[in-house]
């Protein structure tokens, strides 16, 4: 099925090429393509990679435990509610994957209280948030059942 699938694709993207043209292609499909993934892509690294997110080897992991080894980052009013608070309220998503999303605020309040210190919220911004991850998270280390990310040996 996903051959299929795949194959329709291509046939209905070609046949879109062949009526808007390349600059219609690559303005009304290919640009908007790029800048939904890169948001998916900085979305996910950023909720899910900083130095002090810990890794779990199977000896220490748990479902809960990974479920809250992510962390919520707002990336502005704006953002955040054309993206359905899936970056502010996504320890809520980890825990509770089926529920709908205009009940992550509520929820994501609740947790904060209930969870304490185990909830893991960061207000830097998000270019700098970028910037110190992807310096700082290079690798993980080897020894233990619990570790997080390093920038050096």
């Known amino acids: 099925l996903s051959v299929v699938s795949l194959v329709a694709m291509l046939a209905a993207l070609w046949k879109f090429y062949q009526i808007v043209g390349g600059a219609g292609f690559v303005c009304y499909y290919f640009v908007p393509y790029l800048i ?39 990336f502005g009013w704006f953002v955040d509610h054309h993206i359905h608070h ?16 205009y009940h992550a605020q509520e929820a994501t309040t609740h947790l904060r209280e ?16 970028l910037w110190k991850a992807w310096n700082s998270c290079r690798f993980i280390e080897d020894e233990g059942d619990i570790v997080f990310y390093k920038n050096k040996l």
């Open 86 to 101: 899936i970056a502010d309220t996504h320890v809520a998503h980890h825990l509770f994957s089926t529920m709908p999303f």
């Open 114 to 129: 209930k969870l304490g210190k185990y909830y893991l919220r960061d207000d830097t911004p998000i270019w700098p948030a």
């Open 36 to 74: 939904v993934n890169y948001h998916l892509v900085l979305i996910t690294f950023l909720q899910h990679t900083d130095e002090y997110i810990p890794h779990y080897r199977s000896k220490e992991f748990t479902w809960l435990r990974g479920a809250l080894a992510t962390v919520d980052r707002s």
